[in-house]
Protein backbone atom coordinates (compact mmCIF):
# COMPACT_ATOMS: atom_id res chain seq x y z
CA UNK A 1 0.00 0.00 0.00
CA UNK A 2 1.01 3.86 -0.97
CA UNK A 3 0.63 5.99 2.22
CA UNK A 4 1.13 9.73 2.52
CA UNK A 5 3.35 12.52 2.50
CA UNK A 6 2.33 15.20 4.38
CA UNK A 7 1.86 18.15 2.07
CA UNK A 8 3.10 21.24 4.38
CA UNK A 9 5.36 21.28 6.80
CA UNK A 10 2.96 21.73 9.68
CA UNK A 11 0.51 19.17 8.90
CA UNK A 12 2.12 15.80 10.04
CA UNK A 13 -1.05 15.52 12.48
CA UNK A 14 -3.59 15.61 9.21
CA UNK A 15 -1.15 12.78 7.24
CA UNK A 16 -1.31 10.86 9.93
CA UNK A 17 -4.89 10.78 10.56
CA UNK A 18 -5.05 10.05 6.85
CA UNK A 19 -2.55 7.39 6.55
CA UNK A 20 -3.87 5.16 9.26
CA UNK A 21 -7.80 5.69 8.04
CA UNK A 22 -6.17 4.89 4.93
CA UNK A 23 -4.79 1.38 5.98
CA UNK A 24 -8.35 1.16 8.01
CA UNK A 25 -9.49 1.02 3.95
CA UNK A 26 -11.10 5.18 4.04
CA UNK A 27 -9.53 7.51 1.68
CA UNK A 28 -9.68 11.59 2.63
CA UNK A 29 -8.16 14.24 1.44
CA UNK A 30 -5.15 15.77 3.74
CA UNK A 31 -7.06 19.25 3.30
CA UNK A 32 -9.75 17.50 4.29
CA UNK A 33 -8.56 16.50 7.58
CA UNK A 34 -6.92 19.80 7.68
CA UNK A 35 -10.04 21.88 8.20
CA UNK A 36 -11.59 19.10 10.15
CA UNK A 37 -8.65 19.60 12.66
CA UNK A 38 -8.10 23.18 12.18
CA UNK A 39 -4.36 23.02 11.82
CA UNK A 40 -2.02 25.79 11.04
CA UNK A 41 1.36 27.21 10.54
CA UNK A 42 2.58 28.05 14.24
CA UNK A 43 0.56 25.18 16.23
CA UNK A 44 0.16 22.26 13.94
CA UNK A 45 -1.78 19.57 15.47
CA UNK A 46 -2.78 19.31 18.86
CA UNK A 47 -4.13 16.00 20.22
CA UNK A 48 -7.61 17.69 20.91
CA UNK A 49 -7.79 18.53 17.20
CA UNK A 50 -7.07 15.50 16.02
CA UNK A 51 -9.88 13.59 18.65
CA UNK A 52 -12.14 16.51 17.01
CA UNK A 53 -11.24 15.64 13.37
CA UNK A 54 -11.83 11.51 14.28
CA UNK A 55 -15.31 11.99 16.21
CA UNK A 56 -16.33 14.27 13.10
CA UNK A 57 -15.15 11.89 10.94
CA UNK A 58 -17.16 8.77 12.91
CA UNK A 59 -13.91 7.21 14.15
CA UNK A 60 -13.88 5.77 17.70
CA UNK A 61 -10.52 5.91 19.16
CA UNK A 62 -8.60 6.66 22.45
CA UNK A 63 -5.86 8.14 23.86
CA UNK A 64 -3.45 6.57 25.95
CA UNK A 65 0.18 7.53 27.64
CA UNK A 66 2.68 5.52 29.12
CA UNK A 67 5.74 6.42 31.65
CA UNK A 68 7.44 2.67 30.53
CA UNK A 69 8.92 1.52 26.94
CA UNK A 70 7.39 -2.29 28.42
CA UNK A 71 3.90 -0.63 28.47
CA UNK A 72 3.99 1.31 25.77
CA UNK A 73 5.42 -1.63 23.50
CA UNK A 74 2.42 -3.51 25.11
CA UNK A 75 -0.08 -1.56 24.32
CA UNK A 76 1.22 -0.63 20.52
CA UNK A 77 1.55 -4.24 19.60
CA UNK A 78 -1.84 -5.11 21.46
CA UNK A 79 -3.68 -2.91 19.63
CA UNK A 80 -2.27 -3.40 16.26
CA UNK A 81 -2.54 -7.29 16.15
CA UNK A 82 -6.20 -6.33 16.71
CA UNK A 83 -6.75 -4.50 13.52
CA UNK A 84 -6.39 -1.24 15.19
CA UNK A 85 -4.08 1.75 13.83
CA UNK A 86 -2.24 4.29 16.11
CA UNK A 87 -0.46 7.84 15.79
CA UNK A 88 2.19 8.38 17.80
CA UNK A 89 3.95 11.58 19.32
CA UNK A 90 7.59 11.66 18.41
CA UNK A 91 10.21 13.94 18.01
CA UNK A 92 10.09 15.97 21.60
CA UNK A 93 6.60 16.43 21.44
CA UNK A 94 6.84 17.63 17.73
CA UNK A 95 5.83 15.21 15.39
CA UNK A 96 2.85 13.08 14.10
CA UNK A 97 3.27 9.58 12.84
CA UNK A 98 1.17 6.21 12.57
CA UNK A 99 1.35 2.76 12.94
CA UNK A 100 -0.72 0.75 10.49
CA UNK A 101 0.55 -2.91 10.81
CA UNK A 102 2.78 -5.95 12.11
CA UNK A 103 4.73 -8.70 10.32
CA UNK A 104 7.19 -10.83 11.17
CA UNK A 105 8.02 -9.52 13.73
CA UNK A 106 8.79 -5.72 12.90
CA UNK A 107 5.90 -3.09 13.24
CA UNK A 108 5.28 -0.76 9.23
CA UNK A 109 5.64 2.81 10.48
CA UNK A 110 4.35 5.68 8.24
CA UNK A 111 6.21 8.98 8.74
CA UNK A 112 4.78 11.61 6.54
CA UNK A 113 7.69 14.03 6.59
CA UNK A 114 9.64 11.72 5.27
CA UNK A 115 9.73 10.75 0.89
CA UNK A 116 10.16 7.46 1.70
CA UNK A 117 8.14 7.44 4.37
CA UNK A 118 7.38 3.48 5.17
CA UNK A 119 9.47 1.96 7.63
CA UNK A 120 10.20 -1.07 9.59
CA UNK A 121 10.81 -1.17 13.00
CA UNK A 122 11.15 -3.67 16.25
CA UNK A 123 8.99 -2.39 18.95
CA UNK A 124 12.02 -0.91 20.91
CA UNK A 125 13.29 0.53 18.24
CA UNK A 126 9.77 2.51 17.99
CA UNK A 127 9.85 3.13 21.30
CA UNK A 128 13.42 4.48 21.58
CA UNK A 129 12.17 6.88 18.87
CA UNK A 130 8.43 7.90 20.69
CA UNK A 131 9.87 8.90 23.90
CA UNK A 132 9.04 12.08 24.80
CA UNK A 133 10.01 14.71 27.38
CA UNK A 134 7.97 17.34 29.65
CA UNK A 135 10.06 20.33 30.50
CA UNK A 136 6.98 21.37 33.11
CA UNK A 137 6.94 18.15 34.61
CA UNK A 138 10.65 17.00 33.76
CA UNK A 139 9.74 13.61 32.84
CA UNK A 140 9.25 11.18 29.98
CA UNK A 141 6.47 9.27 28.38
CA UNK A 142 4.92 7.66 25.58
CA UNK A 143 1.76 9.07 24.02
CA UNK A 144 -0.40 8.12 21.15
CA UNK A 145 -3.85 7.66 19.72
CA UNK A 146 -6.02 4.36 19.42
CA UNK A 147 -8.06 4.78 16.23
CA UNK A 148 -10.80 1.59 16.55
CA UNK A 149 -10.83 -0.73 13.40
CA UNK A 150 -14.79 -0.85 13.51
CA UNK A 151 -14.71 -4.96 12.43
CA UNK A 152 -12.74 -5.30 15.81
CA UNK A 153 -15.08 -6.00 19.04
CA UNK A 154 -13.78 -4.68 22.20
Request: aromatic letters at 12%; one cysteine or more; glycine letters at 4%.
Amino acid sequence: MTYYHQQTKFTCGPASIRNCLLALGYIFSEKRIRLLTQTDRENGTNEKKIFRALKTLGFKHKAFLNKSDKAFMQKVLYNIKKGNKIILLTDHEDHWISVVDYKNRKLEVIDPEQKRNKTELTPKELSQWCLNFNKRLKETYYFGIIIFNSDVKD
